[in-house]
């Protein structure tokens, strides 16, 4: 058998060499079959935790990486709606949030806020394509972080001119937050 690449055993050297050819980012999926190789393991793979655990470590500026991947398919699902738009005008696109508001774990106000803030920052993306535009907040917040989204006019563009039409919503669990030491809460830990 050939393999045209072996990230799982080189991504170490893969990603030096992202690094030597001026690559400011680096974006990576999970691959659930590293982590449930079989699909019915009660168990993940600790080999391929480890392995993602390790990529994302490596990695220069994770909040980077992420924000601009998350920018990226925030585009896409403009251009998406767009196309769908010119397909047929009864074509109707929306998006998904996954699971819904976060709960303070107690009536600490702290971790009210806590929990307020997490909602915000976790409905940041359905603001982008509902709205057309990321919040001020979010902005300011890239400016202070140093995070480079890479928007361009036409990104601009593309989101103000093709909202999506509806907002759905599919909802898991509840989701508790607390800034209170050594809690872990539906795998949130402070």
Request: glycine share 8%.
């Amino acid at each position: 058998m050939k393999k045209g690449i072996d990230f799982y055993h080189h991504y170490k050297e893969d990603i030096a060499l992202f690094g030597e050819m001026g690559f400011k980012t680096f974006r990576s999926s999970i691959g659930w079959t590293r982590v449930f190789p079989n699909g019915d393991e009660e168990k993940p793979n600790q080999a391929g935790l480890d392995l993602y655990r390790s990529v994302f470590e490596e990695g220069e500026d994770k909040n980077q990486t992420i924000y601009k991947s998350v920018h990226n398919e925030l585009v896409v699902s403009a251009w998406t709606t767009k196309i769908g738009h010119e397909i047929s005008l009864e074509n109707k696109i929306g998006c998904m949030l996954a699971a819904g508001d976060f709960y303070p774990l107690t009536s600490d106000p702290k971790d009210i806020w806590l929990a307020k803030f997490t909602d915000r920052d976790n409905l940041m993306f359905i603001d982008v394509q509902a709205r057309g535009y990321y919040p001020n907040f979010a902005l300011k917040q890239f400016g202070r972080d140093g995070i480079d989204i890479g928007m361009t006019e036409e990104d601009k563009k593309i989101l103000r001119e093709h909202t999506v039409d509806f907002i759905s919503l599919s909802y898991y669990n509840t989701r508790c937050v607390s800034t209170h030491d050594g809690v872990e809460v539906m795998g949130y830990t402070p």
